[in-house]
């Protein structure tokens, strides 16, 4: 009787560490996609998938402690524990790679070619906080020299004109959402998206006229929402600017 009731309860204490590590994955995987549909806040379904990384290790904790139990207790493996385990172990895994790939950038969103005159933006508006994370303007370019050394300037030979127009092609064939194009001016302005949530981004490219008659390009790059972009915007650049340069 004994055993059967402990087998009963340690039963029962496996459904729910798998219940309940399910659960954190839905809440990852469903409220990241509403919010890249915007169905709910981008903000609201990243901080669910926050969360449910934070939840990970108790998880973790108490899947393996349901195993452990229905073995000393029940004679038994519960499978249920064990894959609930399992499932808690993915989400821990997955946080750690966030983790890891976030050391490799610096805690900033707002990316350039041009550190001492970053180009402006003047059809989009830049975020009001967006030195959170930083003390100052001069830490982000200290940041940002460290962790971006390679963005720079980049020459290429066409017009200003139609460095602009091919810009616009290279920003809609990416599924930017083009703001402003003004080819006299030598501009470009758009919303890019990032990531799975497709977090917007707001993305200013400018040409100037160079002595050999082409143009000199400067863009930036800014997150609207959060701190460390994990080098989103700074691979943007680099990638977008290379497709400029290659015509």
Known sequence: MTTSHNRHWTAWLGKLALTLSLAAIVVALVGTTLARFDAIEKMTGFMGFVYALRSAMWLAGFAALALVLSWVLG???????????????????????????????????????????PPAFTALEIPEDNLRGVESEADWRELHRAGYPDLAPVEVPSSVADTIARAEELAEERGWTVIASDAEAGRLEAVAYAGWIKF????????????????????????????????????????????????
């Open 200 to 247: 917007e981004d707001i993305v200013v490219l400018t040409a100037e006229p160079n002595e050999s008659g082409g143009s000199t390009v400067n863009m930036r790059s800014i997150s609207r929402v959060g701190v460390s972009d994990l080098g989103y915007n700074a691979k943007r650049i680099r990638e977008f600017l290379a497709a400029l340069e290659a015509g």
């Open 75 to 117: 004679k038994r493996t519960s499978w249920s524990a064990l894959v609930g385990l399992l499932a808690a172990g993915a989400l821990m895994a997955t946080g750690a790679w966030l983790r890891g790939e976030a050391g490799k950038y610096p805690a900033i969103h707002d990316a350039t070619t041009d550190l001492e005159n």
